[in-house]
């Protein structure tokens, strides 16, 4: 049997054991709401801001381009995105900030339960430990992309509903802003699984995961703070510092970034994170007493 | 392919930080056979297994299944089934899924997994269970579900520990009869603390203590059964000439005997002889001709020393 084959095995049970378990089925609801009252939100934001220009859609294009150019610091790409539906812009930024939330959470029992209750075992013994890790990895992120297809789908429709997008926006800002999501919370998902694999006693996974994102938080916030404060200094956009690039959420500009060469980059990168997990996890497995 | 090893274990070590649990085991187990490990608690047992199986690394030495390293999934998957003593099934699954994935694992074709699944759950009497999930079965259901996911797809090596540990009598029974159905069609290396049980279904034992092997054999072997016979006689019996009394001095005139012993605490002969000039049954046919002659009032008769008392022995 090739490890694909494994690994799609193990992807698929793992993702119908994260849909099918209560905590599982407890965070989608609470992600569901809590992406319906934000749709509302950034639904009724933009309502504000086209009520405020309504009378000029350029001051109002203008508005969102400063907005857009004080976030990222990047003059194109701020104008780029400043075409783009607010509310599905602020959707984005709302998806990719719950990624790491709903990843530590869902995620962080997925290897670290089966290591205590010795459920790994059954599988131990019929499949690569390397792909047991690549399923389980897999798994969680198909079921975050999942999660994230369903917040998208509900607010795209309250935003289509309230006349503020287009169905051709959708099918493309839309789509574009879902892929950017699930392609950050698949590094997300790498590290969490990572974690899992290191410890028998899913709590104390579920508190370094917490403790790594928090870290890895800090450096994107850092990072971010100290470009900005550079800029307001200089008036000059630096570069950001290394330890940024350790944020996976930093790479949203990158990836929707109008050069391609920009995006492919970040994706590159995340994709990255993804393999690094994917080698390391596996080495751990491997050598592991199970 | 009688004769040829299907596990191999040679100068094995584990250790845990400074605990040695396994210290330099070695023995193996021929095809077809069924095979005991047996040992009081922490005589390293489930290291072993665990070893066997690949759940654990050795610190030293070689373990080997069907002449591969426990680790080659690859060359060992739907050839090595194991029941874990202690692994839980995945609470979230129903027992069907459970079986179809470890099916589909086993390399069975998508459109027999299902069929095989049931097959292995229709032989622990389980077939009713297809759509409850895991996490709902009792003890005794959820030994019988994993007991049928170590035997699914007919694999050549079976590892069971402590296949009964837990499970009433009555379910225990039916997973002993299940596991002596599988005599013959595959070689199977079981853990128990029922010496009565393993005696009954194995034909050779390993017995540890303290992570070493302290003795290993065909149960003949063990048990002394084709060198020794024992017989159990009523209370009040004493050793003598008079009827009623233990002969001992005719029992040792029988030809074939080389001793003959009267243990008046416990109420039992034990004669020992010699094994190439008799087998068993025509000493005890001897020995019992004497007793009967001599009005001995019997209230047993055993080959050897019985699994149990040689553990107790050794252990």
Known sequence: ???????????????????????????????????????????????????????????????????????????????????????????????????????ALVGFDGIAGELQNRTIRFWAVRSRRSSYFAGKLLGLWALIALVMLAIHVLADGVALTRGYVTIGQLATWGLRFWLVGVIIAGAWAAIATLVSASFRAPVIALMTTFAVFFALWLCGTIGFASRTMKALENGVTGPPPWYEYLYPNAYDAMLLSPSAGKAVTAVVILLGFVVAAMVAGAALLQRRDV | MQGAAAVRVERVSKRFGPKTAVDGVTFGIDVGSVHGLIGPNGAGKTTIFSMLAGYLQP???????????????????????????????PPGDTVGEFLVDMARLQDIPAAKAETCAREALDEISGKDWWGQRCGSLSHGMAKRVALAQAFLGAPEVVLLDEPTAGLDPRVAFEVRQLVAAKKGRCTILVSSHNLQELESLCDGAVVLDRGRVVASGTMSELTAANEQVRVLVAQGTTRGAKPGQVPLQELREIS??????????????????????????????????????????????????????????LT
């Open chain 1, 1 to 103: 049997m090739s490890p694909a084959v494994e690994v799609r095995l193990i992807a698929l049970r793992e993702l119908r054991r994260n849909v099918r378990s209560l905590k599982g089925v407890a965070l989608g609801v609470i992600t569901l709401l809590g992406a319906l009252v934000s749709a509302l939100v950034c639904v009724s934001i933009e309502g504000g801001e086209r009520a405020r220009a309504a009378a000029e859609n350029e001051v109002y294009a203008e508005l969102r381009r400063q907005a857009a150019e004080k976030a990222t610091g990047d003059a194109t790409l701020a104008a780029y995105i400043a075409s783009a539906p607010s509310s599905l812009l602020l959707f984005l930024k709302i998806t990719v900030w719950l990624a790491p939330l709903l990843v």
């Open chain 2, 59 to 89: 610190s030293e030495g070689v373990v080997e299944v069907l002449g591969l390293a426990p680790k080659s999934v690859d060359g060992l998957r739907a050839r090595l089934g194991v029941l874990p003593q202690d692994a839980l099934l």
């Open chain 2, 256 to 313: 074939v005997v080389k001793t003959a012993e009267f243990d008046e605490e416990r109420l039992e002969i034990a004669v020992l002889f010699e094994r190439r000039q008799a087998d068993a049954e025509t000493v005890i046919a001897q020995v019992l001709a004497v007793l009967l002659r001599n009005q001995v009032r019997i209230s047993g008769v055993t080959k050897g020393r019985g699994l149990e008392r040689r553990v107790m022995d």
